[in-house]
């Protein structure tokens, strides 16, 4: 995609997007979720390398789609110079429009995916004219796993998958699959991983933050008073078999 052509794309984003928050919602702002004072709020998007990892992959496909309607184009004007000249344009328009369209869903998807972490749960949100939001508790949470492909490691980014209780397999390019919350082109995926792990062992061991009274601890050995009894006891059965 050309200069001029990102340029207008930028533009024609900028308006769709205040279309799109004035009359059909869109929260330009993260998922809220219940916290106290002083806990952990972290709110965050993919990393922008995922954005440029979403784009290559579009400029594969349109590069295969241009070759294609040029291909067309030539061969029409070979052989009805006419009318190749009279499709010059259109066929112009449709090698730009989708260019202009793909970016617009590109950052609309970027810029509505949201991750928000607190020391309880972890929320994800995705969509557009529908809003889809995940939420799992910590207390759940069985495992985390990292997984990147070849080239999701050459853009640096990886993708986070937390599963809980019951998670059934699914897609790593799902939001959401089962039980599983997917976290989608984070740059530092190990310090994520580590932050809800921590906070699975956290929330198992003390119940979602809430400190636990230590259990007694068993005795060691006879009490004074297990003494005395015994020797009652012991007294009473003699004074029977006598």
């Keep these: 995609m050309s200069a001029s052509t990102g340029h207008s794309a930028a533009r024609v984003y900028r308006g769709l997007w205040r279309i799109l928050a004035d009359w ?14 002083g806990e952990l709020h972290l709110s965050f998007h993919p990393s922008p390398r995922y954005l440029d990892y979403l784009k290559l992959w579009f400029w594969i496909a349109l590069a295969v789609f241009d070759v294609a309607i040029l ?14 000249t009279w499709l010059a344009l259109p066929a ?25 972490m607190t020391e309880r749960s972890l929320r994800c949100r995705r969509g557009i004219l529908v809003i889809l939001e ?6 759940n949470v069985q495992n985390v796993i990292i997984r990147r492909g070849p080239v999701e490691y ?18 790593e390019r799902d939001f959401a699959s089962g039980n599983q919350a997917i976290l989608q082109g ?24 809430d400190e636990r009274p230590e259990a007694p601890r068993a005795g060691r050995g006879w009490s004074a008073e297990h003494v005395a009894a015994l020797r009652e006891i012991a007294a009473e059965v003699r004074a029977l078999g006598a």
């Design 92 to 116: 112009l328009l449709l090698a730009i429009v989708p260019a202009v369209v793909a970016y617009v869903a590109i950052h609309l998807r970027y810029d509505t995916m949201w991750y928000v």
């Design 24 to 37: 059909f919602r869109v929260p330009a702002q993260p998922p809220s979720l219940p916290h106290a004072g």
């Design 71 to 84: 291909a067309g184009w030539i061969a029409l004007f070979v052989s009805s110079p006419a009318a190749g």
């Design 134 to 139: 995940h939420t799992i508790t910590f207390e």
């Design 186 to 209: 984070l740059a530092d995926p190990e310090r994520i991983r580590e932050m809800i792990m921590e906070r699975a062992l956290r929330s198992r061991s003390a119940g979602l933050g």
């Design 154 to 171: 050459a853009f640096g980014i990886a993708t986070v998958v937390v599963e809980t209780a019951g998670s059934s397999g699914g897609g």
